[in-house]
Each structure stands twice: as structure tokens, then as C-alpha cells.
């Protein structure tokens, strides 16, 4: 009971906090805020801990622990994260002298700015890492020793499992090309060629459009991973919405929350073989229990393990860009706790890593100090981003790397804490799109200058 009131109240706290460092907690209004909010912390994190508290979760991970005192250090854990999370975000808005709901709401209202609309030197860009991204999707397909989609399609469902694990583990080409310009850019781009088509209603934006939603389609089903193909439709919904071109209204929103749970369903059918309808009805169990507790249970794990089986790895895991000056080699610690909880899956190769909250990665370098000060670098920086993007101008590029964060922040936050130190993809999308709008910004501006000095000749 005890455990029931302090969630009830954690809850209540961070509710109220997010919704100031938000600025709307509406499924209507979504944003980044409100999606780390819902989706990394209360569904997958803050219900499963209280089940695991309270010792009625009957989940397999947590059959794994030999302290089951950690299921009430966890629960504090986690507690901790619901309120220092968006405090520290509340205290970043204030130095910033950012209101979230006022600078929010104006931002959903404002219109796209019209971009480099007088030249093409843009389109010829884009179009060119387009072609890049798509042969990037070719290149993966052709990389992949059994692509699992297409055994699905073939019928040959006996060993999907292991054929997702090799897609993901075994790659044989070139993971930076799949990483970033199959996996990371082409949704991207997809959405960035959807707000120009909506916004000049060109042919050629238009036909480069479906050419990439096709390809993001793709590479987002082609190891039949659950969770990318549904992201994918969420950003898809958000530039929609950012754009003006939907309004979202319970309805609907229930009609998507359904024909989720569908994909979800014939997912685990054909891929999983789960026919048992117990098992789908059951909330330790199938989709039910991989979304409140198969997330959260690792990061119990966590704080079973290191400092007991496994000493803390004092920055072992860390970004190896780091790590590498000091001679140490890089060691991720969901791979550590698979390995320790799930040996056998680590030997049929149908074991990866136990991703979960990012307290879990910070726990196991750097004990509990790990946990605060990782709770507040990522509330830090996370708010910062928020705050930098409602500012910026709202034009298709910004407008698409803002959603792009808005999905893959929430995403990272169940993922991992080194990720947050040092992210080469968002590094690298980020300082490629800066670039080629610089480079554009900077040629007009020059192009107008020798125009206006020419005008100034002619007329002397």
C-alpha cells in the first residue's frame, strides 16, 4: 500500500511538471516533452515498476534477480527519474525564460516559411542525397544474408527469430551506410519532401516523396523489428499535424490506438508464433507485457548485478570516441546483463542486448551518483533541444529534425545513457542539414550582393 501512495503522488508531481516544461500533455497537442512523458517514463517504466514493487508482476526477467530487495530500490530509482527528470527541465525553461505553453501553442500555429522557393540548388541537393538514401536501402537489402521480411512473405516462418537477430548482428556491408543513410536519413527525408509537396504542390517534390516513403517503408519492415514501423507512422502523424494538415481529435486518435494494436497483434502472430489468446490478454505476458515490463525489467537487473556479479564499469561503456584515450574497450552494459541473466540465448545467437531507462547504463558505470547526475545532464540537455527548436524558424528542414528528435529522444531514453554523450547519427544529420541550408544561405546572399553591386554599376 505504501508503495501504491508513493507512486499515486510521484505521479501526480511529474504530471504537473511536465505539463509546465511542455506545454500541453494533449494526445491532441502532442510534442517531444509529451512523449517522453507518456511512452518512455509512465508506460514504459513507471507501471511496470510499481508491479515489480508490489511482487505481483510474475515476469521472467524479474525471476532473475538474486536481491529482491532491488524491486524496491528500483521502484525508488525510477520514482526519482518521474520528478527530477522534469524539474530539471522546469529549472533550464526558467533560466531560459522559456513558457512552454505559450511558445508551444504560437509554434503549432505559425505557418511553414517558404525556402529558397527563388532557386533550385536546394532541390538539387536533396534529390541527391535522396538517390544516396534509396541505393543506401538497396545496399542493405543486399547485405543481408536472409532478408526477414521476405522469408514472411515466402511463408517461412520457422526461424524469423533467429533471421531478425542475424539481420541486426550479422550485417555483412557497411553498418555506417545502413545506420545513417538507410535507417536514420530516409524516413527523414521522406517527411522533409512531404511538407514541400504539400507546400508547393510540385510535381517533382510530390513523385521524390512517394519514392521515399516507399523506401522509409521499406527499411523500417525489412528486419520485422515492431517498433520502427510504428515510429515511423507516429513522425508521419506529427508532420501532418505540425503542417496543418490534420487535426487530431479522440476519434481518430482511437483509430490509430487500434490499428496499432492490430499491426502489433499479426506481428507477434507470424513472428513470434503467439496464438494463445491468454498470452495476448495477459499483462506479464505477449504485447502487454512488452510494453509496461520488458523495457523496465533490465534496469532491475542493473542494479542486481553491478556491484555484485559484475563490478561497475567506471566509464567502460561510455562513447568509444571517449573511452578510446584512456585504452579501454567499449562494453555496453545490456549486453553484459543479457549475457549474465540469458547465457543460452547469447550461445543460439538469438540473444542482443536488454536495452532499458537510461538510469541503467548510468547506474552500472558510476553507481548511484551514475543515476542523479545522468538524470540531470540528460533533463538538461533534452530541454535545451525542445527550447531551441520552437525557436528556430519554422521552415520544412527545421520543422522535420524537430520531429525527428521529438521520436528518437523518447526512444533513446528507454535505450541507453551513452547515447546522450555522444550520438554520431544525430550529430551527423544535424550538422549535414545545417551545412546544406548554410551553404544555400550563403550563395543566395552572395548571388544578391554581385546582383545588387551589378544594378549599382549599371545605373553609375
Not at 228 to 236: E, H, K, L, Q, R
Not at 246 to 265: F, H, N
Not at 300 to 323: E, K, T
Request: one cysteine or more; aromatic letters at 16%; charged letters at 15%.
Amino acid at each position: 500500500m505504501l508503495a501504491f501512495t508513493i507512486w499515486v503522488i510521484v505521479l501526480i508531481v511529474s504530471i504537473k511538471l511536465f505539463s509546465s516544461v511542455s506545454g500541453s500533455l494533449s494526445f491532441t497537442k502532442p510534442n517531444l516533452n509529451s512523449l517522453i512523458f507518456y511512452y518512455s517514463l509512465f508506460v514504459s517504466s513507471y507501471i511496470g515498476s510499481l508491479l515489480i514493487a508490489l511482487d505481483i508482476d510474475h515476469y521472467y526477467m524479474i525471476n532473475k534477480l538474486d536481491h529482491d530487495v532491488y524491486r524496491y530500490i528500483g521502484f525508488g530509482a525510477v520514482s526519482f527519474v518521474m520528478i527530477m527528470l522534469p524539474l530539471t527541465m522546469f529549472l533550464v525553461s526558467k533560466l531560459a525564460g522559456f513558457d512552454a505553453k505559450k511558445e508551444f501553442n504560437e509554434y503549432l500555429k505559425k505557418p511553414i516559411e517558404k525556402t529558397f522557393s527563388q532557386k533550385n540548388e536546394f532541390y538539387l541537393l536533396f534529390l541527391g542525397l535522396s538517390m544516396i538514401c534509396m541505393l543506401a536501402v538497396a545496399y542493405t537489402l543486399l547485405k543481408t544474408n536472409q532478408v526477414p521480411i521476405f522469408s514472411l512473405l515466402k511463408g517461412n516462418l520457422s526461424e524469423l527469430g533467429l533471421q531478425r537477430i542475424e539481420a541486426a548482428r550479422n550485417f555483412g556491408g557497411n553498418v555506417l551506410i545502413r545506420n545513417i543513410f538507410a535507417i536514420a536519413l530516409t524516413p527523414l527525408l521522406s517527411l522533409i519532401a512531404y511538407v514541400y509537396a504539400v507546400k508547393t504542390g510540385r510535381l517533382k517534390w510530390i513523385f521524390l516523396f512517394f519514392a521515399l516513403f516507399v523506401s522509409a517503408l521499406v527499411i523500417s519492415v525489412y528486419d520485422l523489428s515492431k517498433s520502427p514501423i510504428i515510429f515511423y507512422i507516429i513522425m508521419f502523424i506529427f508532420v501532418r499535424l505540425y503542417v496543418g494538415k490534420l487535426v487530431l481529435k479522440w476519434q481518430k486518435i482511437v483509430g490509430y490506438t487500434i490499428s496499432g494494436a492490430a499491426v502489433i497483434v499479426v506481428m507477434y502472430v507470424f513472428i513470434q508464433g503467439v496464438k494463445d489468446l491468454g498470452s495476448f490478454l495477459n499483462y506479464s505476458s505477449g504485447p502487454i507485457g512488452r510494453i509496461i515490463l520488458a523495457q523496465i525489467s533490465p534496469t532491475f537487473l542493473h542494479l542486481d548485478l553491478f556491484g555484485h556479479s559484475i563490478p561497475f564499469l567506471n566509464g567502460r561503456s561510455l562513447p568509444s570516441i571517449i573511452i578510446e584515450r584512456f585504452d579501454m574497450e567499449q562494453v555496453r552494459s545490456a549486453r553484459l546483463v543479457m549475457a549474465n541473466a540469458f547465457p543460452n540465448r547469447i550461445e543460439d545467437g538469438t540473444g542482443g542486448v536488454l536495452n532499458t531507462l537510461f538510469i541503467a547504463e548510468a547506474y552500472a558505470n558510476f553507481g548511484y551518483l551514475g543515476i542523479i547526475l545522468g538524470t540531470i545532464y540528460v533533463g538538461v540537455l533534452v530541454q535545451l533541444i525542445y527550447i531551441i527548436f520552437i525557436r528556430l524558424p519554422k521552415n520544412p528542414v527545421f520543422l522535420c529534425l524537430f520531429i525527428y528528435f521529438s521520436i528518437n529522444i523518447p526512444r533513446t531514453l528507454v535505450g541507453g545513457f551513452t547515447d546522450f554523450l555522444f550520438n554520431p547519427i544525430w550529430i551527423f544529420i544535424t550538422c549535414l542539414f545545417a551545412g546544406i541550408l548554410l551553404f544555400i544561405r550563403l550563395r543566395l546572399d552572395l548571388f544578391a550582393y554581385l546582383q545588387k553591386r551589378k544594378t549599382a554599376g549599371n545605373e553609375s
